[in-house]
């Protein structure tokens, strides 16, 4: 797979996902204001002890203009597919880094993670474009932290007894605070549903990094994760996950079908 | 390269692993978005969970209830664009960050709540909610804070309820 087409596709996949966050945190700055819970005059205690001039700075940028800030990040999205620019890229990283901080350090967890994970990847790669190795590495880094993140999340699964048994999954859904509409609840009632979905999530996560080994499978297992990832979506209305996790698929793809 | 990959692998896995001790500064706290971790749905962890109850005339409370958040039914849309849900899931971080809060002060004192932000949060969030789904029935209000624990090895297990906080009662 030619290295410029992988890069064109993270950025335009990125780019959608960025582009929903974009317009979900539009319409959420409305709701952030003075005397909602998540005030900046409330929250700014928690950053007591930046220098005068930085907590100053934080007060005009979210006080006042942190709309300002959503309308930036909007437009350098849009620029994105159309550009390798690594100032672009720098902007993208600011923006989002500046967003999350306002709500005390991430704002969807998992999602954030991932996007400013393929931003980095794409930053390293635009950093000398004339510099092939530099720009593999650049993947190679999306690539590896998609893997991580399938196999750590299955590992730390995998050592508890709770979710070897199906518990685990039976109390998430139906305890946890998570909208989960009420004919999945209703499936907690079937111990053996549980324990072979949990173990089919394991297993798959677990193996995940097989796919460095076995190129030819790796479709495969991106189509599981493409259902497992709407399935948390359905379960649990986590939307964010699917667009932010799609963004690394072409990396992933590029690393594993590379010869080391 | 394969050595280089190796070596990454490793130290990425090594340092998702120790992140949570890694980022009990503030500071680092506060940026830890650049910093995945990818311990999701880790273990059985304790369920945050809150109960209220309110009072419509001042004088007598009615009888304390677990706080659900409204949410409509889910819609295929809501997978493009669904801002409410995404800041109410803030809401649920803060509840769970406010138990990490009380669990990491070093000294008890009787108003010790009311100097975690987590705390500011979620006490002005309750309010709002309250004061929509109760408008003029609302008078005072009153909440509390647990979690619901899990035994790790009981496969039918019923949650034990754990109370970590219980609020002073507001008036509106």
Redesign the interface.
């Known amino acids: 797979m030619y290295v410029e087409n992988v890069i064109h596709w993270t950025q335009i996949l990125l780019a959608v996902s960025l582009l929903?966050q974009s317009?979900?945190?539009w319409?959420?700055a409305n709701?952030?204001g003075d005397s909602?819970?998540?005030?900046w005059s409330?929250?700014k205690?928690?950053?007591s002890?930046f220098p005068n001039f930085l907590k100053t700075a934080l007060d005009f940028l979210y006080l006042d203009y942190f709309k300002v800030l959503v309308l930036a990040q909007f437009v350098l999205i849009l620029i994105l597919p159309l550009s390798q620019s690594g100032l672009v890229i720098t902007g993208l990283i600011i923006t989002?880094?500046l967003i999350?901080?306002r709500?005390?350090?991430?704002?969807?967890?998992?999602s954030?993670?991932?996007t400013?994970?393929v931003l980095f990847g794409l930053f390293f790669s635009s950093l000398n474009q004339n510099d092939p190795l530099l720009v593999r590495y650049g993947l190679?880094?999306i690539a590896?932290?998609c893997t991580?993140?399938?196999?750590?999340?299955g590992i730390?699964?995998v050592r508890?007894?709770?979710?070897r048994?199906g518990?685990?999954l039976r109390?998430?859904i139906k305890?946890?605070?998570?909208?989960v509409?009420t004919t999945i609840r209703q499936w907690v009632e079937r111990?053996i549903l549980m324990f072979v979905a949990s173990w089919v999530v394991m297993l798959w996560e677990c193996t995940f990094p097989l796919i460095w080994l076995w190129p030819k499978f790796v479709f495969g297992y991106l189509a599981v994760a493409i259902l497992f990832h709407?399935g948390v979506?359905?379960s649990f209305?986590?939307?964010?996950f699917?667009f932010a996790w799609l963004a690394s698929y072409p990396a992933l793809i590029y690393g594993v079908s590379q010869n080391? | 390269?394969?050595k280089i990959?190796l070596a990454?692998?490793i130290i990425?896995?090594f340092i998702?692993?120790k992140l949570p001790r890694i980022l009990n500064s503030?500071?680092l706290?506060?940026?830890?978005?650049?910093f995945?971790?990818?311990?999701?749905?880790?273990?059985?962890t304790p369920?945050?969970?809150v109960y209220y109850r309110i009072s419509r005339d001042g004088v007598s409370f009615l009888n304390w209830q677990e706080f659900q958040?409204n949410?409509g039914?889910?819609q295929w849309y809501?997978?493009?664009?669904?801002?409410?849900?995404?800041?109410r899931?803030?809401?649920?971080?803060?509840?769970e960050?406010f138990l990490n809060d009380v669990a990491e002060l070093d000294c008890y004192s009787e108003n010790f709540h009311k100097s975690l932000?987590s705390y500011?949060?979620?006490s002005?969030?309750l309010k709002?909610e309250l004061q929509l789904r109760y408008r003029q029935d609302l008078k005072f209000y009153q909440f509390k804070i647990g979690v619901?624990e899990?035994s790790?090895?009981?496969?039918s297990?019923r949650?034990h309820w754990t109370e970590s906080l219980v609020s002073p009662e507001y008036e509106v």
């Not at chain 1, 909602?36 to 005030?39: D, G, K, V």
């Not at chain 2, 706290?29 to 650049?34: G, S, T």
């Not at chain 2, 995945?36 to 059985?44: A, C, D, N, T, Y």
């Not at chain 2, 790790?152 to 496969?155: K, N």
Request: proline content about 8%.
């Open positions: 929903l317009f979900e945190m319409a959420i709701w952030i909602t819970p998540w005030a409330g929250l205690k928690g950053v002890y989002t880094v999350c901080f709500f005390r350090g991430v704002f969807n967890g998992g954030d993670y991932m400013l994970t190679l880094y590896l932290q991580l993140s399938y196999f750590i999340a730390v699964k508890t007894p709770a979710w048994s518990l685990a109390a998430f305890h946890s605070n998570y909208p509409p111990p709407l979506f359905i209305g986590l939307n964010r699917v080391y | 390269m394969l990959f990454v692998l990425s896995f998702s692993a503030p500071l706290k506060q940026f830890r978005v650049l995945p971790s990818w311990r999701f749905f880790e273990s059985l369920i945050p969970k958040f949410e039914p889910r809501h997978l493009f664009y669904n801002p409410m849900a995404n800041l899931l803030t809401y649920r971080v803060q509840i960050q932000i500011q949060i979620v002005t969030f709002q619901l899990f790790e090895h009981a496969l297990a949650p």
